[in-house]
């Protein structure tokens, strides 16, 4: 694989750069190279093409587990044969999804096979050592190993950590919502990126590797994402057994959801607030629209578009709850968003697409309607602002803009959410060898609304938030 491809699959894989890969490789514990190690800031390569993963043992999965707690009705206690995929992303867990299948499609990945039982010979002994390609789905036997391209961690990660101040730490800290030893909840304010990327020099995941890593050995890992300008209630797992076990749980509701499970005691809820123009038709109502993907100027950007044809192979099923916390005067209405399925810009594109009500400050899906933006004017009649606007936050962040600016941010928020109890979940299977993971306890989490929509909810007069 050239270095040009493998640039290109990284950015497509929502990675900042080649040198990302090297930090999501080398900061997993699974994760060991048969290369010397680093010297003096250049890699030794082994030669110069493999970077080899553990052999493999049969164990507990942790995304076994996350289908048990989601499913335990349809669990049968059996354990599943480990495939390519899944023992690559447990032992690199930071390694996005996306990019690990892409190197399965591209055939880029080797199994070593071993298995002395079997082998009549030293000679024969030998060939099984040799590597194979293998795809995702080939189960792994005892004392398999797996080899990635080299060519992922050609360049050294920058310093995560250095970029952090005592300032970055002790904000970091105070949005925290809840702390176990398995996960992690904060309130994510609009305006901080979740991960790096080009031009971001501060992001969540890369602060919380420092503030928010208190006594563990690893720092805290991005469970789901939030939008840049998205606020609200934001997961993080503690390790990577945790952190796996929540993957599983998030990709299980989307991929098992249907509208069936609308109305039903669902054990991941996620309610988020959106201020919108205009007011829906029905006060409440359920959506079942799937998207897909679409690519603008020449792949360089893109954005998510209702599919009428289901058959595409690029369209995703995506089901949304919803209904009216408050309708304004002023032609605004307050929205409850309850996401079935975890689609990116899902709600922001039901609501535009549709409901016919795009999100203030979502110029993205919403920019026709806001071509005609006007901001509330705020001056009273001696011309002085009712609603003054707070002192911005010092930082990388700001406070974001109300409904009375000329530019409104996103007003778009995960208020609430409920989670299973994962700490409970690990602590039982480490206290028994027997499990039943369909009784477990539930976290609920509720986050305050930003500056820029409290500021938009008195403006409107909406009342007591904290009431509804």
Request: glycine fraction near 6%.
């Amino acid at each position: 694989m050239r270095m040009t491809e493998v640039a290109s699959l990284l950015r497509r894989s929502s990675l900042r750069s080649v040198s990302d890969s090297v930090f999501l490789l080398h900061s997993s514990p699974y994760c060991t190279s048969t290369a010397a190690g680093v010297q003096r800031g250049k890699l030794r390569w082994n030669e110069g093409k493999w970077l080899t993963l553990p052999p493999f043992t049969s164990s507990i999965d942790p995304s076994s587990i996350g289908k048990e707690i989601v499913r335990p009705s349809s669990s049968n206690h059996e354990r599943e044969p480990t495939t390519a995929l899944k023992w690559v992303l447990r032992c690199c867990p930071q390694l996005p999804r996306s990019l690990v299948q892409k190197l399965f499609r591209l055939r880029q990945v080797r199994r070593e096979s071993c298995n002395p039982a079997s082998a009549a010979s030293s000679e024969m002994q030998v060939q099984q050592h040799q590597r194979r390609r293998v795809s995702g789905k080939t189960v792994m036997e005892s004392g398999d190993r797996i080899c990635l391209p080299m060519t992922v961690q050609v360049f050294h990660s920058e310093a995560r950590t250095g970029c952090c101040t005592e300032d970055d730490i002790k904000f970091i800290q105070s949005i925290e919502l809840h702390k176990d030893p398995a996960i992690i909840v904060v309130n994510k304010p609009a305006g901080m990126p979740v991960q790096g990327g080009i031009g971001i020099r501060k992001s969540l995941d890369t602060l919380a590797s420092t503030a928010l890593k208190y006594d563990y050995p690893d720092p805290p890992r991005l469970v789901h994402r939030l939008d840049r300008d998205s606020s609200g209630i934001l997961v993080m797992g503690r390790t990577k057994t945790s952190t796996t076990v929540l993957h599983s749980i998030f990709h299980e509701k989307t991929v098992g959801a249907s509208v069936n499970d609308v109305g039903t005691d669902r054990i991941l809820q996620r309610r988020y607030w959106a201020l919108v123009l205009g007011t829906p038709r029905h006060p409440k109502g359920l959506i079942s629209a799937p998207l897909a993907k679409v690519a603008l100027n020449d792949g360089k950007s893109e954005r998510i578009t209702i599919v009428d044809d289901q058959q595409n192979p690029s369209s995703q099923h995506a089901i949304t709850e919803y209904r009216v916390i408050k309708i304004s005067d002023h032609g605004y209405t307050w929205l409850e968003l309850s996401p079935i399925t975890g689609r990116k810009h899902q709600l922001r594109v039901h609501c535009a697409e549709v409901l016919g009500t795009p999100i203030v400050g979502d110029f993205k899906y919403g920019w026709r309607a806001h071509r005609k933006w006007k901001p509330i004017n705020l001056l009273n009649d001696e011309g002085e602002d009712e609603y003054p606007e707070p002192k911005p936050h010092s930082g990388f962040y700001s406070s974001g803009c109300c409904i009375a600016e000329k530019e409104p941010t996103l007003h778009l928020h995960c208020r609430q959410m409920t989670l299973p109890d994962v700490a409970q979940a690990l602590e039982q299977l480490q206290s028994s060898s027997s499990r039943d993971l369909s009784k477990l306890g539930r976290l609920n989490f509720t986050a305050p609304l930003p500056t820029h929509m409290q500021r938009s909810w008195d403006i409107l007069n909406c009342g007591n938030v904290e009431g509804i």
